[in-house]
């Protein structure tokens, strides 16, 4: 029986992944900054809260992590963890540099301080591509980052290539596109528009304000996605794989198909806010997948419509499951 040990099982892909793991045997243990407060909530939702071990681990803490891995002995370590809003990292550019950067360096050097077989997969992010409007990317695409949480991704991406080549770990790094589901908090424009759109189709008044909707994305979904990182670390070889459905659409296509599911039309709704531009964009995102395709055998199952569809579905279960009145 192989053991996992998930950094950030309590956001959306530390949960997927769990539940994924767990279904495939595994013993599995996740980490969260505080355990014994932590509510663990996506776990819960997924009804696997109490199958897992959980761990108090700080990543940009050595001492902490070489503590975790010592005491778990895992097979295969997951990074998923650190601030992981684009938006939030122009607020909060150190604090993202610093969990997503420092805490990968420490997670490779504490593996190969113990020396021992350890598989590490990092969570890398499309973000780092910048604007793809000509080519779709793909993993030799160079890296052009528009935003804190993009420059901070980079640096985990090349501290990871350069840990498997001077120490020969066996670490790789999934370069996944934008990927969503009901896990997802409402501070995610994608999880924003599906609450505002189902709380508008149950007699909310209010607008929706959105900042740019021409931006344009490839959007899969999350459950997917972590599939991708399960097979990465049972390859022979340790490789970097960009993880995407190879189909992009604008934001606008988003909102439409979210509101057309509640018979709505989302121009009578949505209304256009400055103060939610970022200071730097990303116009368009494209991406090429085949190399998972041919050499994973992953490719995605769900598009854009099954997407938001499945979104949809679940934020309306749960408005009804807790009978949310809206404030007409």
């Known amino acids: 029986m192989k053991k996992a040990l998930i950094c950030g099982v309590s956001g959306q892909d530390g949960a997927y992944l769990a539940q994924l793991l767990l279904d495939k045997g595994y013993t599995v243990c996740g980490t969260s900054r505080d ?6 909530s996506n776990l819960v939702r997924l009804g696997i809260r109490d199958r897992l071990k959980l761990e108090s681990a700080s990543l940009n803490d050595f001492r902490s992590v070489l503590q975790v891995l010592a005491k778990i ?6 990074n998923l963890a650190g601030q992981s809003s684009v938006g939030l990292s122009f607020e909060q550019p150190v604090e993202t540099l610093e969990s997503i950067s420092v805490g990968t360096l420490n997670l490779l050097e504490a593996i190969r301080f113990m020396g021992e077989p350890i598989k590490l997969y990092n969570a890398g992010s499309s973000e780092c591509f910048g604007d793809c409007s000509q080519q779709p990317a793909d993993e030799t695409t160079p890296f052009r980052p528009r935003s804190p ?12 290539a350069n ?3 001077a120490y020969g770990l066996f670490a790789c790094s999934g370069i996944l596109y934008n990927h969503e589901s009901p896990l997802r908090p409402e501070r995610f424009v994608t999880q924003k528009i599906i609450a505002a759109a189902c709380r508008i189709a149950r007699g909310s008044q209010e607008q929706l304000h959105l900042g740019n909707i021409s931006v344009v994305r490839d ?21 970097d794989y960009a993880i995407a459905t190879g189909e992009s659409h604008p934001l606008s296509d988003f909102i439409a198909t979210a509101f057309a599911c509640l018979g709505l039309d989302w121009r009578e709704h949505v209304v256009s806010d400055a103060s939610l531009l970022r200071p730097t964009d990303i116009a368009v995102g ?25 979104m949809v579905q679940a934020k309306q279960a749960e408005l009804e499951r807790t009978n949310t009145t809206p404030c007409v």
Request: charge should be negative; hydrophobic fraction near 45%.
């Open 149 to 160: 949480y993009a420059v901070a991704k980079a640096a985990a991406f090349w501290q990871v």
């Open 286 to 310: 494209r991406a090429n997948p085949t190399k998972a395709k041919e050499k994973l055998g992953w490719q995605a199952r769900h598009k854009l419509k099954d997407v938001v569809e499945m």
């Open 35 to 40: 355990a014994q407060i932590s509510s663990f």
């Open 219 to 239: 959007w899969g979904w999350a459950a997917d996605y972590v599939e991708a990182m399960y097979l990465m670390l049972q390859q022979e070889q340790p490789d």
């Open 73 to 78: 002995q895992p097979d295969e370590v997951y």
């Open 163 to 165: 840990y498997r080549e």
